[in-house]
């Protein structure tokens, strides 16, 4: 497993293959858990040369805190990697990657961006293009993977690369989850033991809410979602919806050519958990 950390020497690295031998990429921030890893593992299955980087991107992050106190788990990470045969690891710094600019692009995501977590998180999604679209320019990937755990995320840059016209098919790759259910994020392990043990209650309640949305049709679900939070001390519900899949507008009335997703963020604390789930 070769590691780099300037653009120059990656691209040096990757440019006998590009066009010749198909390209996987893995963007992460890293403190790496087991479901970047499926991803490496189905980015292994798929191409001959498999790219992760690690890299915080401080454009994203609406909350200094947040990005102050995202887990640092370098040496973890590279083990972790080399176990799961990665090829090439990418850890840039800030200056490599944004040189003296460290701001974002403005884009256009066909109002994507507005929804969910665009509220509560403005100018987040700029940030997340802004650093995707830069990774994908440095290391050309034929696919690139990402988790629909971030499933807003996941549709945006979908967006980004047909209005970039970049060549990269970005495929979605399930959630992976603990063993009770609690999605995995690299969030978890600044949880308390009682805030842990109280996360697993967020699959749960998007497990009823999926069995009630095919049984009553979406009838009262979110105020029903609402009241299940209201007897749960550690968790602090901040929205629930259900909403297209495709658009991420907010469901009125059931379509029945929709595909719909419930989303979820929570307050564990301070520290912010989101999930979702298919409802159809």
């Not at 590691?3 to 440019?15: A, G, I």
């Not at 994908?136 to 016209?165: H, W």
């Not at 105020?223 to 939070?229: D, H, I, M």
């Not at 929205?239 to 507008?249: G, Q, R």
Request: aromatic share 8%; with cysteine.
């Amino acid at each position: 497993m070769l590691v780099f950390k300037t653009k120059s020497e990656l691209k040096e690295h990757l440019q006998p293959a590009i066009s010749k031998k198909n390209i996987g990429f893995v963007p992460t921030m890293g403190a790496l858990h087991q479901g970047h890893i499926s991803l490496v593992k189905k980015a292994k299955q798929e191409n001959e040369i498999v790219v992760v980087s690690i890299f915080v991107n401080p454009t994203q992050f609406n909350n200094a805190s947040d990005l102050t106190n995202y887990p640092k788990t370098i040496d973890a990470d590279l083990k972790m990697l080399e176990e799961a045969n990665c090829d090439v690891v990418f850890i840039p710094s800030v200056e490599e990657i944004y040189d003296e600019n460290v701001n974002s692009e403005n884009f256009e995501f066909d109002g994507l961006e507005k929804e969910m977590e665009g509220k509560f998180r403005p100018g987040h999604f700029d940030g997340v293009g802004t650093v995707v679209k830069k990774l994908f320019e440095i290391v050309r990937p034929t696919n690139a993977y990402f988790g629909e755990k971030d499933f807003q995320q996941l549709q945006i840059i979908k967006k980004m690369v047909v209005k970039n016209n970049l060549p990269v098919n970005v495929i979605g790759c399930s959630i992976f989850r603990e063993s009770d259910g609690l999605a995995m994020s690299s969030r978890n392990m600044r949880l308390t033991q009682e805030q842990r043990e109280a996360s697993p209650f967020i699959h749960k309640v998007l497990l009823e809410a999926k069995s009630l949305f095919i049984n009553e049709k979406g009838n009262g679900i979110c105020k029903w979602v609402t009241e299940q939070f209201e007897n749960q001390p550690e968790l602090e519900l901040e929205y629930f919806i259900i909403a297209d899949e495709e658009n991420l507008k907010e469901m009125k009335t059931i379509n029945e050519n929709v595909k719909y997703r419930a989303f979820i963020a929570v307050f564990a604390g301070e520290i912010r958990l989101i999930d979702n789930i298919s409802l159809t």
